[in-house]
């Protein structure tokens, strides 16, 4: 009988390499520049809280590529911007760039962005 599998550490019944780390490995990075995009963004918005700014300076957008279409985004988003057909959507109206999504994404396909001038403004003459 051939090898043990060990599936989760990327080897296969017969002893070969499967791609499964190195999976993992871009998995995690891609987490990781979320993470660090998330902590910019709550280090922004603490500055523009304790400065008396409201309006949202950055938005959820969505890598196609990565999405698997799981929905934990829009299960998770507390405004309800994100909409999951086969791949997440983001509502720019309604996305208030808190990240929990981002925070959620199992696929890292999520990353906040900083919000288009004219959006800025609009929302910003709205308040």
């Keep these: ?3 043990p599998s060990f599936g ?7 002893g070969r ?4 780390p190195e999976n993992e490995s871009e998995a995690l990075k ?6 660090e995009a998330r902590l910019r963004y709550l280090s922004v918005r603490i500055g ?3 400065q008396g700014y409201s309006a949202p300076r950055f938005i ?3 890598d196609a590529e990565n999405c698997a279409g799981c929905g934990i985004c829009q299960d998770t988003c507390p ?3 994100v909409l999951v057909k086969e791949v997440a959507r983001i509502d720019p109206e309604r996305c208030i760039g808190c990240g929990c999504c981002i925070e959620r994404c199992p696929q890292g396909a ?3 962005h900083p919000v288009a001038p004219h959006f800025q403004q609009q929302t910003e003459s709205a308040l």
């Design 1 to 3: 009988m051939g090898s």
């Design 79 to 81: 405004t309800g911007a």
């Design 110 to 112: 999520l990353s906040l």
């Design 48 to 50: 523009e809280i304790e």
């Design 60 to 62: 959820a957008i969505v």
């Design 17 to 20: 390499h499967q791609a499964g």
């Design 30 to 35: 891609r987490k990781a520049r979320a993470i």
């Design 8 to 14: 989760s550490r990327g080897i296969s019944q017969h």
